[in-house]
């Protein structure tokens, strides 16, 4: 059998009707504004959320950073939760491209709530960064996959609304957090200022995301990704994957989240795993006890021929997607009850 690579869903290759999909594309020069496909992309997405507009970018890294870059100045402070991608895992690019600090939040999974955003924003006073910008990430990727309770994002928008603050969401997973809330993504398009969405991960497209927001902003937003060199040329063929996705593996994502439920009852009962976090969606974050190291583990796992990422001191995640089948996830509960 193939390698059963459950590191991340980014690891999904492109199916051949995606290909298919890719070949055909009508093509021109994005950065001179005229390749129909990205302009097509850019429209349902912005349709899908309801928002006034859309940008296509190389990463979910990069919708992101812009989005801080947009919604901050040298010297502001962005509030998210400390297991945050934008803090952890962008290199810290806060720092780097925007010049600005970071409040990190001790929520919970990577959830905050809006009474504890409010203890967390600076008065307006010479000494302190001044809060500007407040980003949720969601599904959260380091807190295994939790979705957000749709009452409490309602709350913080208004606390946001309060003190002046703009509001981000990282949507990397957004389509897994809709397939289990089943909200209509026009509700999130309402209430946040911009919103960062992945065709590479659960969506099974190569490379591509879209930031998502109001036509200011995404004028705006042209050209802070002009600056950190993402200007695509003839990316149509990108958009392409990414329309073909958006059409054909949102419905498909209940079966990712039903097959990381079924590893999770498995694992569940391993007696070297100490804690499993709750499985909300596609991720499965765990820890091993300490009398069972995790390299020791991760290898055992790799002469089995299943690939998985540590993710912490004793901490594992594995992650469902298009590239997992039934029979993969019967390989990997046989090989774990045997460790
Ligand atoms: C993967 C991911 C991103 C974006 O990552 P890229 O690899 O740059 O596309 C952003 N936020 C979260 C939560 C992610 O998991």
Redesign the pocket.
Known sequence: MNIVDLR?D?VTKPTPKMIRAMFKAKLGDDVLEEDPTVKILEKKTAELFGTEDALFCP??????QIAIKLHTQPMSEVICDKL???YN??TGGIAFNSAASVRTLNGDRGRFTASELIENINPDNIHHPISSLVCV?N???KGGGAFWDFQEIKKIHHVCNLHKLKFHM?G??IFNALTETKLNPAEYGKIFDTI?I?F??GLGAPIG?VLLGNKQDIERAKRIRKVLGGGMRQAGLLAAAAIYALDNHIERLNIDHERARHLGETINKLPFVSELLPVDTNILVFNLVDSYPKEKFIEKMNNNQIKVIGFGKQTIRMVTHLDINDKMIQKVIRTLKLL
Do not use: F, L, P, Q
């Open positions: 991340s980014t990463s979910g890294t990069m919708t992101n945050s991608h934008v895992y962008e990430e599904t959260t990727n990282d990397a997973r960062s992945c590479s991960k995301s």
